[in-house]
């Protein structure tokens, strides 16, 4: 019965599924960030303002 269902699942759904788990090992994985300032701070604060927000 397991092998039927395999069998008639369409191929985008494997490629799919191969795509996900790529996906949530990429994120499983450390890191490095960079330690540069950000250098739009006071843009985005006075876009804040603008807005009301």
């Known amino acids: 019965m397991l092998i039927e269902i395999i069998r008639n699942t369409p ?3 494997f490629l799919l599924f191969i795509v996900l788990l790529v996906m949530g090992y990429q ?3 450390d890191r490095t960030a960079s330690r540069r300032p950000f250098r739009h701070w006071r843009w985005l604060i006075a876009q804040r303002i603008r807005c009301g927000n």
């Open 27 to 29: 994120q499983s994985r």
């Open 11 to 13: 191929r985008w759904v």
